[in-house]
């Protein structure tokens, strides 16, 4: 390492070691800077070395436990949560809405306060982002997204983890989004020019992102110096795009609407000729389940995808974030280049 690296890695490190992540709740990415949302991301590949390379056991959380709540089922969030803050010494309590049914059963105010007696933290995966925020107002604990009706904060972590893993940097590369303007969607829009990268989106007409995200993406893609295109033409989204990104079209409690959607999102399916108007270097991500629909088998199956060492890296990246809302925990590792 030249000397130069050696005082960048070290003002590097000066930095964020002045970050207060300590306590603070995980509702949107919007609420995180772009020096956060890499810190969070060193925290969570500085883990995953030493956990899984070196095979290091780090008690970080021993002594602590974390309520999760599951209005919607799932099977990476809950597997990636519970295994991931076990192995740093911690203990999940899963929470069904058999076991706790927010706001009706017992108010939100009242919940709140009882977990903050007996836990050290909420992920919370529910149906209305609006509860989070209750949640977040009433708790003396983190509070932490785990998916709602605008946000998937912990699911774009991993999806940054693992673009940063495969290309080693992340500044400069073009997202190209292709599908549904929803929240997996509005989580990349409020955080991916904060890590210097272009996106492209394509939604049929009548499924544009939320207004009030589209403003504030592009006031960021302004401010960073990133392009921000928004078309309703999927090949146009895909021209140029190093990550070639998709979702389900249709989401838990929009089954009734299924025939519907499927019809409106004809032509949106990402296939080789999609990819043909990529990037050379391009690669397919998605955060699962994957339906035939939005993505054929010779794309989702092919070298290029990444979607399972993406499923993997939720693991990390909620390691990383519970670490870093817990604990004055301090990366080992390098700072990578983000």
């Known amino acids: 390492m030249t000397e130069h690296h050696v005082m960048q890695h070290a003002v590097l490190r000066s930095s964020h070691s002045k970050l207060q992540l300590k306590g603070r709740d995980l509702l949107t990415l919007k609420d995180y800077n772009a020096e956060e949302i890499r810190h969070l991301l060193w925290v969570s590949a500085d883990l995953k070395q030493r956990i899984k390379q070196k095979r290091e056991y780090l008690p970080l959380l021993q002594g602590k436990s974390l309520a999760m709540i599951f209005e919607k089922r799932s099977t990476r969030t809950r597997l990636s949560t519970e295994t991931g803050f076990a192995l740093l010494g911690g203990h999940p309590c899963f929470l069904t809405t058999q076991d706790i049914h927010l706001g ?3 108010s939100l105010k009242d919940t709140a306060r009882v977990l903050s007696g007996m ?33 998937h904060p912990i699911q774009i972590l991993a999806d940054y983890l693992t673009i940063q893993e495969h290309y080693g940097y992340l500044k400069g590369l073009t997202i190209s989004w292709i599908g549904d303007g929803n929240n997996v969607l509005h989580s990349i829009m409020l955080s991916a020019a904060k890590c210097g990268m272009h996106l492209h989106i394509a939604t049929p007409k009548g499924y544009e ?21 928004m078309t309703n033409d999927p090949l146009e989204a895909a021209n140029g795009a190093n990550m070639l990104v998709t979702d389900t079209w249709v989401s838990m409690g929009q089954e009734e609407e299924k025939k519907k959607r499927l019809q409106d999102f004809k032509g949106y399916q990402i296939t080789m000729q999609t990819a043909k108007l990529a990037a050379s270097n391009w690669t397919f991500l998605h955060c699962l389940p994957r339906k035939p629909e939005e993505v054929d088998d010779e794309v989702f199956y092919s070298p290029k995808s990444l979607v399972f060492q993406e499923a993997e890296n939720r693991k990390w990246t909620i390691m990383g974030v519970m670490v870093s809302l817990l604990t004055d925990y301090s990366p080992q590792m390098p700072t990578p280049t983000f």
């Open 119 to 151: 836990t050290d933290a909420v992920l919370a995966r529910v149906y209305h982002q609006s509860d989070l925020e209750l949640l977040a107002k009433e708790a003396s604990i983190p509070i932490v997204n785990g998916l709602s009706d605008e946000y």
């Open 209 to 229: 992102p939320n207004t009030a995200v589209t403003a504030a993406a592009k006031q960021l893609s302004k401010e960073s110096g990133t392009k921000l295109l």
């Open 104 to 106: 009706v059963n017992e």
